[in-house]
């Protein structure tokens, strides 16, 4: 399962809910708001939490929320609060760099295989059939397993797994903007095979790929936290979602905020990342329509 | 100087607590053990890469290899060596020669009898490099030559007297097996050794379990054994289960009758009382510490060492991470150890000593981070944590020691490793701070810790001299003490060996080895082999 094909199926079904040029549903709002204090945590934790994420306090150890902890403390007395605050910063790169990576990737393969001819189409389509073939979470594993656990690579991991997605999606994309009338025109005006690619087709085929890069940073924040919290991304005590989750699993019994408090961060980017993504794409949908 | 208190003997440790509590879930309540039944035993030990124990040699290897293998001797709770499948054995007086008479009528589940030439077989097994033995290869280090006096009798002859034989004979990693079985080759040998023991290897599925059967011939129990003959269960599924929770899950709902390795918090539950209890079997041998590797920088600096020890405070976060299960150790024995050596006073926090220390290294400079730095270098240490030996309470305690010792100027870099991952950065000298349990029956495990010759690698590739520590006066008082048959010498020798370790702040001890199982409502008659602390079912019955 990949993100771009879960998001393809939600592109028909939530055209209805929203129009074009409306005024923006609360979903959307609470969305936005979500991102916003994601963001505002990723680019200034101290604002928020300004303690240390990595104080310890063992006398202070696995506390109840509290006004004071009003996440808790985990088994060494951090405050949890703090430590899912500062955990923003290194969850939203991940996502970011990873979407990056995938779709940077499959750019090049994409366009390879629209405009290089018959063999490098076939080449780059068979290719991509063997990825999707292996679940994504799998190819990112298996690429761990070669390269080694940690932060880059995991980042790199989950950023390989989402590029056969995107691919075919931007492969589709190009051939379809290639077939229409004004593509047509351009070639019988004589314009130059790349400045029809960068002035007519790539803007036309690669917006409704942007919208679902939106969507695929959520999916891509939580396959990082998923590889970390098997112990292969960021390493105890480093503040991220999932290797806090990963800490907190042992107590969950006695200390259920240790595990639970990351991992509402985890649902709530997620979702938000995804809900807003949808709606920006029925948005432009019906706007191109 | 205080010794070690050890105002409990092995017998007292090793506690059964409320064995018989909560019978009236079950429908079996009288204390007549119940004959037939599997036995579901989940280990959160690594799952071995060979049955054989004479291979390599480590703990998850004993804990299995004690349902199938039995020793030349054992001992009983008091500590006394106790004869097993050697019925007698004399010494003579230069030290240099041993007699082990073996028990009459023995067999090898394969059929094979055990007689002298079948020991000198297995000791010709462990000393051969091809072996590729660790733990046994070490301790029998002095043996020199066997000679098979007649059909029962073996004669061993060493270069040297060793004290600590009898010990060494009586762990699981110098087990008896066949020859008939050895010479089948390494690969089938480590998939199914055949041994004496009240249960048989019938199959391993790899990363699932192993099934052991009932030995019905079995006739060597121990004689601290609760009873003579058979064993009353049918069989063990040893399961490999490497998640505490998810063992702690299985054991409450009753999927399997015991674990090992529980996370504190499920021990501290089980100690309260309920259908769950605990056995505590403290390990033998060395306590749980941290060593500091002294060969190279920056800990080949002495003060380095002590500021570190000085920084590193570990009392709290023990107290809180064990939830009072454990007593913090000063010692680098194990309290079990009557000759351990307990020494607080070197490993009292002080801040200030330490920033002082480390000024006078000349880790004079800090930079933007706070960590200290010398001639364009940081202070940076290279923790490589064994994710399968270290339960997540001890690796949250490396992350407390991070934190603690971050505060003077260390940059201690945490690596959670499988185990052959952390296995390859010690051999290859990749790390400054490593905590690596060890277990040996006796204090002669300090010479396997702390003297020079433990800086060679076995033929396993793994030496046990972590810290890297080469003193030629305390390689003396190791050899001298390992010679020696006096106890009271014996004793005297080793405080001062000691001494030496933990004035040069070669090690910072952290508890005792943590050893305990938790046994679900029907399981009845598991005690701790008082060797080195694993599990026998030969008593065990299921009420149900």
Same mark, same amino acid.
């Given at each position: 399962?990949?993100?771009?094909?879960?998001?393809?199926?939600?592109?028909?079904?939530?055209?209805?809910?929203?129009?074009?040029?409306?005024?923006?549903?609360?979903?959307?709002?609470? +969305?936005?708001?979500?991102?916003?204090?994601?963001?505002? &945590?990723?680019?200034?934790?101290?604002?928020?939490?300004?303690?240390?994420?990595?104080?310890?306090?063992?006398?202070?150890?696995?506390?109840?929320?509290?006004?004071?902890?009003?996440?808790?403390?985990?088994?060494?007395?951090?405050?949890?609060?703090?430590?899912?605050?500062?955990?923003?910063?290194?969850?939203?790169?991940?996502?970011?760099?990873?979407?990056?990576?995938?779709?940077?990737?499959?750019?090049?393969?994409?366009?390879?295989?629209?405009?290089?001819?018959?063999?490098?189409?076939?080449?780059?389509?068979?290719?991509?059939?063997?990825?999707?073939?292996?679940?994504?979470?799998?190819?990112?594993?298996?690429?761990?397993?070669?390269?080694?656990?940690?932060?880059?690579?995991?980042?790199?991991?989950?950023?390989?797994?989402?590029?056969?997605?995107?691919?075919?999606?931007?492969?589709?994309?190009?051939?379809?903007?290639?077939? +229409? &009338?004004?593509?047509?025109?351009?070639?019988?005006?004589?314009?130059?095979?790349?400045?029809?690619?960068?002035?007519?087709?790539?803007?036309?085929?690669?917006?409704?790929?942007?919208?679902?890069?939106?969507?695929?940073?959520?999916?891509?924040?939580?396959?990082?936290? +998923?590889?970390?919290?098997?112990?292969?991304?960021?390493?105890?005590?480093?503040?991220?979602?999932?290797?806090?989750?990963?800490?907190?699993?042992?107590?969950?019994?006695?200390?259920?905020?240790?595990?639970?408090?990351?991992?509402? #961060?985890?649902?709530?980017?997620?979702? #938000? +990342?995804?809900?807003?993504?949808?709606?920006?794409?029925?948005?432009?949908?019906?706007?191109?329509? | 100087?205080?010794?070690?208190?050890?105002?409990?003997?092995?017998?007292?440790?090793?506690?059964?607590?409320? =064995?018989?509590?909560?019978?009236?879930?079950?429908?079996?309540?009288?204390?007549?053990?119940?004959?037939? /039944?599997?036995?579901?035993?989940?280990?959160?030990?690594?799952?071995?890469?060979?049955?054989?124990?004479?291979?390599?040699?480590?703990?998850?290897?004993?804990? =299995?290899?004690?349902?199938?293998?039995?020793?030349?001797?054992?001992?009983?709770?008091?500590?006394?060596?106790?004869?097993?499948?050697?019925?007698?054995?004399?010494?003579?007086?230069? /030290?240099?020669?041993?007699?082990?008479?073996?028990?009459?009528?023995?067999?090898?589940?394969?059929?094979?009898?055990?007689?002298?030439?079948?020991?000198?077989?297995?000791?010709?097994?462990?000393?051969?490099?091809?072996?590729?033995?660790?733990?046994?290869? @070490?301790?029998?280090?002095?043996?020199?030559?066997?000679?098979?006096?007649?059909?029962?009798? @073996?004669?061993?002859?060493?270069?040297?007297?060793?004290?600590?034989?009898?010990?060494?004979?009586?762990?699981?990693? =110098?087990?008896?097996?066949?020859?008939?079985?050895?010479?089948?080759?390494?690969?089938?040998?480590?998939?199914?050794?055949?041994?004496?023991?009240? $249960?048989?290897?019938?199959?391993?599925?790899?990363?699932?379990?192993?099934? *052991?059967?009932?030995?019905?011939?079995?006739?060597?129990?121990?004689?601290?054994?609760?009873?003579? /003959?058979?064993?009353?269960?049918?069989?063990?599924?040893?399961?490999?289960?490497?998640?505490?929770?998810?063992?702690?899950?299985?054991?409450?709902?009753?999927?399997?009758?015991?674990?090992?390795?529980?996370?504190?918090?499920?021990?501290?539950?089980?100690?309260?009382?309920?259908?769950?209890?605990?056995?505590?079997?403290?390990?033998?041998?060395?306590?749980?510490?941290?060593?500091?590797?002294?060969?190279?920088?920056? $800990?080949?600096?002495?003060?380095?060492?002590?500021?570190?020890?000085?920084?590193?405070?570990?009392?709290?976060?023990?107290?809180?991470?064990?939830?009072?299960?454990?007593?913090?150790?000063?010692?680098?024995?194990?309290?079990?150890?009557?000759?351990?050596?307990?020494?607080?006073?070197?490993?009292?926090?002080?801040?200030?000593?330490?920033?002082?220390?480390?000024?006078?290294?000349?880790?004079?400079?800090?930079?933007?981070?706070?960590?200290?730095?010398?001639?364009?270098?940081?202070?940076?240490?290279?923790?490589?944590?064994?994710?399968?030996?270290?339960?997540?309470?001890?690796?949250?305690?490396?992350?407390?020691?991070?934190?603690?010792?971050?505060?003077?100027?260390?940059?201690?870099?945490?690596?959670?490793?499988?185990?052959?991952?952390?296995?390859?950065?010690?051999?290859?000298?990749?790390?400054?701070?490593?905590?690596?349990?060890?277990?040996?029956?006796?204090?002669?495990?300090?010479?396997?810790?702390?003297?020079?010759?433990?800086?060679?690698?076995?033929?396993?590739?793994?030496?046990?001299? =972590?810290?890297?520590?080469?003193?030629?006066?305390?390689?003396? @008082?190791?050899?001298?003490?390992?010679?020696?048959?006096?106890?009271?010498?014996?004793?005297?020798?080793?405080?001062?060996?000691?001494?030496?370790? *933990?004035?040069?702040?070669?090690?910072?001890?952290?508890?005792?080895?943590?050893?305990?199982?938790?046994?679900?409502?029907?399981?009845?008659?598991?005690?701790?082999?008082?060797?080195?602390?694993?599990?026998? $079912?030969?008593?065990?019955?299921?009420?149900?």
């Amino acid at each position: 399962m990949t993100a771009p094909e879960t998001a393809g199926t939600g592109l028909r079904t939530a055209h209805l809910a929203s129009r074009p040029g409306a005024r923006p549903t609360v979903g959307e709002i609470i +969305s936005v708001l979500i991102l916003l204090l994601i963001v505002l &945590a990723a680019v200034a934790p101290r604002l928020l939490a300004p303690g240390d994420p990595l104080g310890i306090s063992p006398a202070d150890a696995f506390q109840a929320p509290s006004w004071q902890h009003p996440f808790g403390t985990d088994e060494s007395g951090r405050d949890v609060y703090t430590r899912v605050v500062h955990g923003a910063g290194e969850s939203l790169l991940i996502g970011l760099a990873a979407t990056a990576i995938g779709l940077g990737l499959a750019l090049v393969i994409g366009i390879l295989g629209a405009v290089a001819g018959r063999a490098v189409d076939f080449a780059t389509t068979r290719i991509n059939e063997v990825l999707f073939a292996l679940p994504g979470l799998l190819l990112a594993l298996v690429f761990i397993a070669i390269v080694g656990p940690g932060v880059a690579t995991t980042t790199v991991a989950v950023g390989l797994s989402t590029a056969p997605g995107y691919a075919r999606i931007i492969r589709t994309q190009i051939r379809a903007v290639r077939g +229409s &009338a004004y593509i047509e025109a351009a070639v019988v005006l004589g314009h130059s095979s790349p400045r029809i690619l960068g002035r007519h087709i790539l803007p036309n085929a690669l917006a409704p790929v942007f919208v679902l890069a939106t969507l695929g940073v959520g999916q891509a924040i939580v396959w990082a936290s +998923s590889l970390s919290f098997l112990g292969l991304g960021a390493v105890p005590p480093a503040p991220e979602w999932g290797a806090m989750l990963a800490a907190g699993r042992p107590y969950i019994e006695l200390a259920w905020w240790m595990t639970v408090c990351p991992g509402l #961060a985890i649902v709530a980017t997620a979702a #938000a +990342s995804t809900a807003l993504g949808r709606s920006i794409q029925a948005r432009t949908r019906q706007g191109d329509g | 100087m205080l010794r070690a208190p050890h105002t409990f003997s092995l017998l007292g440790s090793i506690a059964i607590v409320g =064995l018989l509590a909560g019978c009236s879930s079950t429908t079996v309540t009288s204390d007549e053990p119940v004959e037939g /039944g599997v036995l579901v035993y989940a280990t959160g030990d690594a799952e071995p890469d060979c049955l054989d124990p004479h291979v390599g040699g480590n703990y998850p290897q004993a804990l =299995l290899a004690t349902q199938y293998l039995e020793s030349l001797v054992s001992k009983n709770a008091e500590g006394d060596i106790l004869p097993w499948l050697a019925e007698s054995w004399t010494e003579s007086p230069d /030290g240099l020669s041993w007699e082990f008479t073996l028990r009459e009528g023995i067999e090898f589940t394969d059929g094979t009898p055990l007689n002298a030439a079948a020991v000198a077989a297995n000791i010709a097994h462990l000393k051969d490099p091809e072996t590729g033995s660790s733990t046994g290869y @070490l301790a029998l280090g002095k043996v020199e030559s066997t000679t098979v006096v007649d059909d029962l009798t @073996l004669r061993l002859d060493l270069t040297a007297p060793d004290s600590a034989l009898l010990d060494s004979f009586s762990m699981p990693w =110098l087990g008896i097996q066949s020859p008939t079985a050895l010479e089948r080759g390494e690969e089938v040998n480590c998939a199914s050794p055949v041994g004496t023991g009240p $249960f048989i290897v019938e199959s391993w599925t790899r990363q699932d379990s192993i099934t *052991l059967v009932r030995n019905e011939d079995y006739s060597s129990a121990p004689e601290d054994a609760a009873h003579d /003959g058979l064993p009353y269960l049918d069989g063990i599924e040893w399961r490999f289960i490497p998640d505490a929770t998810t063992r702690y899950a299985a054991l409450q709902s009753g999927e399997v009758d015991v674990i090992d390795n529980p996370q504190p918090n499920s021990l501290a539950a089980a100690l309260d009382g309920g259908e769950i209890t605990a056995l505590l079997a403290p390990r033998p041998g060395a306590s749980n510490r941290i060593e500091l590797n002294s060969s190279k920088p920056p $800990f080949d600096d002495p003060r380095v060492r002590e500021a570190f020890v000085r920084a590193a405070g570990v009392d709290e976060g023990i107290e809180s991470l064990f939830f009072g299960t454990v007593d913090r150790s000063y010692s680098v024995l194990s309290s079990v150890e009557k000759e351990a050596l307990s020494a607080p006073e070197y490993f009292e926090g002080d801040l200030d000593a330490a920033n002082a220390l480390l000024d006078e290294a000349g880790w004079t400079e800090r930079d933007d981070e706070g960590y200290r730095v010398r001639d364009g270098e940081r202070l940076t240490l290279s923790f490589p944590v064994s994710t399968n030996q270290s339960v997540p309470a001890e690796q949250s305690l490396f992350e407390q020691l991070q934190a603690t010792t971050k505060d003077v100027g260390f940059e201690v870099i945490l690596e959670p490793l499988d185990l052959s991952s952390w296995y390859g950065a010690l051999f290859a000298h990749e790390y400054n701070l490593v905590s690596a349990p060890y277990t040996k029956v006796g204090p002669d495990v300090l010479r396997i810790l702390y003297h020079s010759d433990s800086t060679v690698p076995a033929p396993s590739g793994y030496f046990a001299n =972590l810290a890297q520590l080469k003193d030629s006066e305390l390689d003396a @008082l190791l050899t001298q003490a390992s010679e020696t048959s006096d106890p009271a010498l014996r004793g005297e020798l080793y405080e001062q060996a000691q001494e030496i370790v *933990l004035s040069g702040y070669y090690a910072i001890p952290l508890y005792d080895q943590q050893n305990n199982y938790l046994l679900g409502p029907d399981v009845r008659g598991v005690r701790a082999l008082p060797t080195v602390s694993t599990p026998t $079912f030969h008593d065990a019955w299921l009420a149900r």
